[in-house]
C-alpha cells in the first residue's frame, strides 16, 4: 500500500519534470550553445527541438503518462477496497468479540 | 491576384503616410467580417439558449453535469485557454520580441499540461466546481475568502484586457465605435454563458474552437504560399523551412535564445528559469483553466481531454508561430527596405494586416472572427468563474443551508452582473489594467499554485501556512511591481527585458517556502477529516497516516525555494559572448509591458 502510494507520487514528479523540461529547454541551449548552430529539418536545431518536445513528442508521451498513472489509478482502488472490506472484516470480528462475553455473561 | 498586386494593395495607405505604415481594412473585408461575426454571434447565442434546456441542478449550471465527453471538452480547454491576445498579440509580441515569445509561448503549453499532471485528476475526484472550493474545504473559510478575492482580482485583470481587446476589433475592422463595439461583444458573452451556464459555455467553446483553427490556419497557409515557402504552406506549424535562409540573412538574431528585441538585448539563464516561474506555475494556479476540468466525466477522460487540448492548442500556437514569421520576414524585407515602419497599433493586427495583403478576401476576412471568439470563448470562461467564486463559493458559505435551486440562482445573477460590470470598466479602463494578463499570471503563481500543489501532495500544508503562503505572495507581486522589483533597498529582482513578469521567481518562490515553514511551525494538519480527504482525492477509499505525510517532499520545496529567492536578489549574468546586434530594423512597438 505504502509502495503504491510511493509508485504515484514518483510518477507524477517524474511526468511533471518531464513536462517541465521539455517544454522549458531554453537553458540546456546555456550548456550546449553549439544547438544553436546546428539545423534540423531545415529549421535552427534549437527551435525546432523546442517545438518537437513540446508538441510532436509530447502527445505520444503524455498518451503513456494517462496509460501508467490510469493503472496506478485502478490500482490503487482495487488494494484500497480490498483494504476497505478487511476493515469491514475486522470490525465486524471486534464487534462479534465485543458481543460475546455479554451473552456469556447472560 | 499576383504577389505583386497585393504588394501594391498593402502599400498603398502605408505610402500616402509617409514613414509610418497605416493598415485600412477594405470595404470588403470589412463587410465580410461583419456577415461572419453576425453569424457566428447568433450561432453562439442560438447555442446558448438551447443549452438552457439542460439546467436543472447546480451540477448542471456550475459543471455542466460532469458530462463533457473527452473531444469536445479538449476543444473547449482549446478556446478556453487560447485568449484574443494569443490571436493576435503572440504575432505582434514575435515580431518585436523573437525568441523570448516563443519561450513564454511554450511555457504556456507547459503550464496546461502541469496542471492535468500534478492537480487536475485530484480536483476532479473532490467533485466540487471550482479551485477556490478546494482550498476552503482543505484550509478553512479564510482561505477560501483570500482565494475568491484573488480570483476576482484576476478574472478582472484577465477580462478588461479582453473586452478592450473585442471592443479595439469592431472599432478597427468594421468601423463601428469602440464603447458600441464593446458593449455588443461584451453584453453577447455574458447572455450565452448567464443563459447556458457551464453547458452553454462548453458548447459554444468546443464551437469557437473550430472557427480559430480554421481562422488562423486557412489564411497562414495563403499568406505562406504567396511569399514563397512552397508545399510546405499546406501545414503551416513547419510550413516556412524554405524561407528560413532569408530571415537569417535578414535578421541573424531571429532564432537566438540568448538575445531578444531584434538581438539588442542580452537574455539570461535566469529570465529563462522566472518564464518557468511566472507562465508555467501561474497557468496551473488560473482558476478558469482548471474550472475544465470539473465538467470531464471522469478522471480518464479529463486526461484525455488534456491530450486532445495539447494537439489543437500546438496546432494553433505553432501556426501563430508562421504567420509571425511571415510578418517579421515581409516587414524586414519589404517595408522596412522602403524606409516605412509599423506603429504598435498596427502590429497588434499583423495577423489581419498579412490575410489582406496575401489571401482572398473571404479567407482574409476569417480572423476577424477567429479574434473575437478567442476573446469571447475566455471572457465566457472567466464569467462562468465569477459566477461560481461569488453565487456558488461565497453564497453556500455565508447561507450553509441554500437550496440547490437558489445556488442555481446565484450563479445566473453573479454571471451576468459580472459580465456588466466588466463592460463598464472595460468603457474606460486604467492604463494598468491594459497590460495585466501579465500580472494575473504573477498573482496566479503566487498565490494559488503553491497552495494547491501542497494542499493536494502534502498532509501537513494547514490553514495557516496556506493562507500565509497566499498572502505573502500575493503581497508581494503587488509589492515588487509597484517598486520595480526592490523592497527595504534590496533589489530582489532583476527585470530586465522579461518586465513584471521576472518577479514571479521571487514572489512565488515566497509563497511556496512560506506555506512549508509555517506549517511546519504551526504542528501540520491535524483535522482528521481532512487528512481522510487528502487520501480520498488520490482515490483510496481508505485512511493511512503513512500516507502523502512524508518530510522530504516539503523539506525540498522549501530549500529549492529560498535558493532561488537568493538567487533571484543575485545580480545576473549576461550570456557570454553576447554582442548586441550592431543595427536593429527598426521598430516601435512598446518592450514588454511592466
Known amino acids: 500500500m505504502r509502495q503504491l502510494c510511493r509508485k504515484e507520487c514518483v510518477v507524477t514528479l517524474v511526468a511533471f519534470l518531464l513536462v517541465t523540461v521539455m517544454t522549458h529547454i531554453f537553458p540546456l541551449y546555456f550548456l550546449f550553445p553549439e544547438l544553436t548552430q546546428m539545423t534540423l529539418f531545415g529549421f535552427p536545431a534549437n527551435y525546432m527541438l523546442a517545438i518537437l518536445l513540446s508538441w510532436i513528442v509530447m502527445l505520444p508521451a503524455y498518451y503513456l503518462y494517462i496509460v501508467i498513472s490510469e493503472s496506478i489509478d485502478r490500482e490503487i482502488a482495487r488494494t484500497s477496497l480490498a483494504e476497505a472490506e478487511e476493515a469491514e472484516e475486522a470490525a465486524a470480528a471486534v464487534a462479534a468479540g465485543g458481543l460475546a462475553p455479554a451473552h456469556g455473561g447472560d | ?120 485528476p485530484s480536483l476532479r475526484r473532490w467533485g466540487k466546481f471550482t479551485s477556490m472550493q478546494f482550498i476552503g474545504e482543505r484550509f478553512g473559510h479564510t482561505a477560501k475568502i483570500i482565494s475568491v478575492l484573488c480570483m476576482i482580482l484576476l478574472a478582472m485583470l484577465y477580462l478588461v484586457g479582453q473586452m478592450k481587446g473585442i471592443g479595439n476589433v469592431f472599432q478597427v475592422m468594421f468601423h463601428i465605435d469602440y464603447t458600441t463595439g464593446l458593449v455588443i461583444g461584451g453584453l453577447v458573452v455574458t447572455t450565452y454563458v448567464t443563459v447556458g451556464g457551464m453547458y452553454g459555455l462548453s458548447y459554444n467553446q468546443t464551437v469557437q474552437a473550430v472557427i480559430m483553427t480554421i481562422a488562423i490556419m486557412l489564411p497562414t497557409a495563403f499568406i505562406l504560399w504567396n511569399i514563397g515557402a512552397g508545399i510546405g504552406s499546406v501545414f503551416p506549424p513547419f510550413g516556412y523551412g524554405d524561407l528560413i535562409p532569408e530571415m537569417t540573412a535578414a535578421l541573424p538574431t531571429y532564432f537566438d535564445p540568448f538575445s531578444t528585441v531584434n538581438g539588442t538585448v542580452p537574455f539570461s539563464f535566469k529570465f529563462h528559469t522566472a518564464i518557468l516561474f511566472s507562465i508555467a506555475f501561474g497557468t496551473i494556479g488560473l ?266 517532499f516539503p523539506l525540498a520545496v522549501a530549500t529549492v525555494a529560498l535558493a532561488i529567492m537568493v538567487w533571484s536578489a543575485l545580480p545576473d549574468v549576461t550570456p557570454s559572448g553576447f554582442q548586441a546586434a550592431a543595427v536593429a530594423p527598426p521598430t516601435r512597438l512598446a518592450a514588454v509591458p511592466e
Open chain 2, 1 to 120: 491576384m499576383t504577389l505583386a498586386t497585393l504588394l501594391a494593395a498593402l502599400l498603398l495607405p502605408a505610402s500616402a503616410a509617409a514613414a509610418e505604415y497605416r493598415f485600412e481594412p477594405t470595404s470588403m473585408l470589412s463587410t465580410l467580417g461583419i456577415i461572419y461575426t453576425v453569424v457566428m454571434v447568433t450561432l453562439f447565442l442560438y447555442v446558448g439558449w438551447i443549452s438552457k434546456r439542460r439546467l436543472s441542478t447546480s451540477d448542471d449550471f456550475y459543471a455542466a453535469g460532469r458530462k463533457v465527453g473527452g473531444l469536445s471538452n479538449g476543444l473547449a480547454m482549446t478556446s478556453n485557454y487560447m485568449s484574443l491576445a494569443t490571436f493576435l498579440g503572440f504575432t505582434a509580441l514575435l515580431w518585436k520580441l523573437q525568441y523570448l515569445l516563443m519561450a513564454i509561448v511554450f511555457s504556456f503549453l507547459g503550464g496546461f499540461i502541469m496542471i492535468s499532471i500534478a492537480v487536475a
Open chain 2, 287 to 552: 482558476p478558469h483553466i482548471a474550472m475544465r476540468y470539473f465538467t470531464a466525466s471522469s478522471v480518464r477522460d479529463a486526461k484525455n481531454s488534456t491530450l486532445w487540448a495539447i494537439f489543437f492548442i500546438g496546432l494553433v500556437f505553432f501556426t501563430t508561430f508562421a504567420i509571425g514569421f511571415a510578418a517579421k520576414l515581409y516587414t524586414l524585407n519589404q517595408l522596412n527596405a522602403r524606409g516605412l515602419e509599423i506603429a504598435a497599433r498596427e502590429a497588434d493586427l499583423l495577423v489581419v494586416v498579412m490575410a489582406q495583403a496575401f489571401s482572398p478576401t473571404w479567407v482574409a476576412a476569417l480572423p476577424i472572427a477567429g479574434a473575437l471568439a478567442a476573446g469571447m470563448s475566455t471572457v465566457g470562461g472567466l464569467l462562468m468563474v465569477i459566477g461560481t467564486g461569488i453565487g456558488h463559493d461565497i453564497y453556500s458559505t455565508l447561507v450553509p443551508r441554500a437550496s440547490d435551486r437558489s445556488k442555481m440562482t446565484m450563479g445566473f445573477v453573479f454571471t451576468a452582473v459580472g459580465g456588466l460590470v466588466t463592460i463598464v470598466l472595460s468603457l474606460n479602463p486604467p492604463d494598468f489594467l491594459l497590460t495585466s494578463v501579465i500580472w494575473a499570471f504573477v498573482v496566479a503563481s503566487s498565490t494559488f499554485t503553491p497552495v494547491l500543489i501542497l494542499g493536494i501532495w502534502w498532509k501537513g500544508a494547514n490553514r495557516y501556512g496556506a493562507i500565509a503562503g497566499m498572502l505573502v505572495g500575493g503581497v508581494l507581486s503587488i509589492a515588487l511591481w509597484w517598486t520595480k522589483g526592490s523592497l527595504f533597498g534590496l533589489q530582489l529582482v532583476n527585470l530586465g527585458p522579461l518586465g513584471y513578469l521576472g518577479t514571479a521567481l521571487f514572489s512565488a518562490s515566497a509563497a511556496w517556502f512560506t506555506v512549508v515553514v509555517v506549517s511546519f511551525a504551526t504542528g501540520g494538519e491535524r483535522n482528521e477529516a481532512i487528512l481522510r480527504s487528502v487520501d480520498r482525492i488520490h482515490g483510496w477509499q481508505t485512511t493511512s497516516p503513512d500516507r502523502y505525510s512524508g518530510r522530504v
